[in-house]
């Protein structure tokens, strides 16, 4: 029987759920799975996971409307770290519905998947480097 390292819960695997297990990576290098269950929320709902940074863990969900990201209080998506700008990036729809992250000029800039971009769409699975702040990317539905 497997436990979590972080709090010493039993992990049981139960055969008769759909889950997708997303492997997590803190700053120490030890893995981490956090169980997303398929159609847990909103369907029209993409999720943005924290894969590693001080918010390890923590679930941003993205829906129709435009989404502020920075160190600002006020911001959608409140990163706490001098790494992050106060107006950092947004994340937007296109015309066709997909997301795209657009970086706001921030000083260390807004990488996906390890490049530096202005602008890009975004594919299920992708990793957003925002300062310390690496998130994953997960479509809620193919579109």
Same mark, same amino acid.
């Given at each position: ?36 269950t398929?159609?847990? $929320? #909103?369907? &029209? *709902?993409? =999720?943005?996971?924290v894969? !590693? ?8 969900? /993205? $829906? #129709?409307? &435009? *989404?502020? =990201?920075?160190?600002?209080? !006020? ?8 790494? /992050? ?10 015309? !066709? ?29 992708d ?17």
């Amino acid at each position: 029987m497997n436990f979590c390292s972080s709090c010493g819960a039993s992990q049981v695997r139960d055969s008769t759920q759909d889950t997708l297990s997303v492997p997590l990576v803190d700053d120490e290098s030890t893995t981490l799975e956090t169980p997303i269950t398929p159609g847990e $929320g #909103s369907p &029209d *709902v993409d =999720v943005l996971l924290v894969n !590693s940074g001080p918010s390890i863990g923590a679930r941003f969900e /993205v $829906g #129709s409307s &435009d *989404v502020a =990201v920075g160190r600002l209080v !006020s911001s959608d998506i409140f990163l706490d770290d001098v790494t /992050v700008s106060r107006s950092h990036a947004r994340f937007v729809r296109t015309d !066709s519905g997909r997301l795209a992250v657009q970086d706001a000029g921030s000083l260390n800039g807004t990488y996906v998947n390890h490049v530096r971009v202005d602008e890009k769409i975004l594919d299920s699975g992708d990793e957003i480097q925002i300062g310390k702040f690496k998130l994953i990317y997960l479509a809620a539905r193919d579109r």
